[in-house]
DNA sequence: ACGGTATACATCATATCACGAAGTATCAAT
DNA sequence: ATTGATACTTCGTGATATGATGTATACCGT
């Protein structure tokens, strides 16, 4: 839960567009819905959200709900196509754990 | 060995530290070894270097070596505590990848 | 009626950081 | 003599996570 900024850094985009990979979402419900896996606030996911969209991997539709605005994100084959890609990314991390925790071969360790 | 640059970030800390973990090593040497499971430039390495330093994660030792300058590199407690937390990390990094990756519910793929 | 909490989105300033570019210098091999 | 490997340094830039702050409505308890 309180993981490393850095390491955040490279899941936060998949994470928002696997939020809404089997029916669209928007902002405050993402928030919620990924809590249980990583912590980000507001200001962060609207900025990912907006980056995303530049690129390609969502589209926005606005609702009026309650009297309230909400917008509501689509994800496209784009974005499934990203996370595709971390899936292969991921086989690459795997590789980089083993190297770091590999066994301590020091000589006080005989 | 594309990896997409947000996802290094969190890795290459850890991955520097690692380097060194066996025997105390230099710039040269670390990338070199790394190779096989990151591709950092010397620009990035030096200022990693720099930043553990300043963490208290190694300690430097100036040598001279064939009339050539070279700095090795000592990982401290804090380093191999540093290391440690990313395996903690690791697990939580697990969970979300089996978030990402979670077998697809839309309607169509009924 | 009032206050707090939840819902919902937007913007700005800041700090961190990876990386290319360019530089300095030595040594081995062709 | 030239090229490539070894080895470290500094600068500028772009990407980006985040706190702070702001706007606005709905709901619930007292």
Known sequence: MM??????RGLLDVCVLAA?????????????????????????LYTILKRLETADMLT???????????KYYHITA?????MEEFKTEWKEMILI??????????????
């Open 3 to 8: 993981m490393d900024v850095q390491l955040k």
């Open 20 to 44: 809404m990979k089997n029916e669209d979402s928007y902002g405050y419900k993402i928030i919620n819905d990924l809590k249980p896996y990583i912590a980000l606030s507001e200001s962060t």
């Open 78 to 82: 784009a974005g499934r196509k990203r």
């Open 97 to 110: 754990y083993q190297f770091v925790t590999k066994e301590d071969e020091r000589e006080e360790s005989r």
């Open 60 to 70: 926005v539709r606005t609702c009026e709900h309650d009297g309230r605005l909400r």
